[in-house]
């Protein structure tokens, strides 16, 4: 089973530059080609928040455009410039989302339970795991303790290192720690909002997060560094389950590269 997940793409409205810089729905086209010359295709397509820059009506309009053509079946997040009420009314037809409250998601596919867990706080660029969205997770990891599961959220539980990403990361940790260290099915934290890749050691499993289609957060990781970003070359992640193997990660470059050769 084939998992994709693509984090960070900050769509504009067509025309409209990401920070007034880089052309994110390009790169992110970019990205949908990559992913649509997979072979064989993925089962599954995760999109772990800031799906649009701004948050608008007619940000997600232009995103559900785009989105339409993946093929797969897609799940996605809010992230910190996402506005909830707007994401859910895009993409409540095309995921099943709830009707009110935190745009939390489970769905069972194939061997795999996936678990979209919104923590974001609307208005702020932190995320918090409180008291009642663990409370949730809580119930919905207890619901189904013999199967493998995935837990997708925006804003990651650890600090990064980069002083200037880390403020903006999901508050509670310890709480969301706990609940995640009771449920030993949980395979894998997917995670962005870092717009790079890293893995960490978290509550017993590991901690993914995918880099951004489109811009790369400077690593920077002497304390106070002052933020910037790169267009760096961009890419996604591959989730490979194979039973018996367990859960496998591969990062796919997004583009087009020289080859294939005949050498290894």
Do not use: K
Not at 41 to 68: F, H, I, K, N, W
Request: charged letters at 15%.
């Amino acid at each position: 089973m084939l998992i994709a997940q693509l984090s960070d793409p900050h769509l504009c409205l067509p025309g409209v530059l990401y920070q007034g810089v880089v052309d994110s729905n390009a790169l992110f086209e970019a990205a949908l080609a990559t992913l649509a010359a997979l072979d064989p295709q993925p089962d599954l397509v995760l999109l772990s928040g800031d799906v649009v820059e701004e948050g608008t009506v007619a940000d997600y309009a232009a995103a559900r455009a785009m989105l339409d053509r993946v093929g797969p079946p897609l799940l996605a997040i809010p992230g910190n410039h996402d506005a909830r009420e707007p994401f859910r009314a895009a993409f409540a037809g095309r995921m099943g989302l709830p009707a009110e409250g935190p745009l939390h998601l489970v769905r069972d596919v194939g061997p795999l339970r996936l678990v979209g867990f919104d923590i974001t706080v609307p208005g702020e660029h932190h995320g918090e795991a409180d008291a009642a969205a663990c409370g949730w997770l809580d119930a919905t990891l207890a619901a189904a303790p013999e199967r493998p599961t995935l837990v997708m959220m925006h804003q990651p539980p650890i600090l990064s290192g980069i002083d200037a990403i880390d403020a903006y990361n999901c508050r509670g940790g310890a709480r969301l720690a706990a609940v995640i260290a009771r449920h030993p099915q949980v395979e894998r934290v997917l995670c962005g909002h870092v717009h790079r890749f890293l893995q960490a050691r978290f509550a017993g499993t590991l901690l993914l997060t995918a880099p951004s289609t489109a811009t790369a957060i400077a690593l920077r990781l002497r304390p106070g560094a002052e933020p910037a970003s790169f267009v760096e070359p961009p890419a996604f992640l591959l989730h490979h389950w194979r039973p018996g193997a367990g859960l496998v990660t591969h990062l796919v470059p997004i583009g087009r590269f020289p080859g294939p050769f005949d050498f290894f």
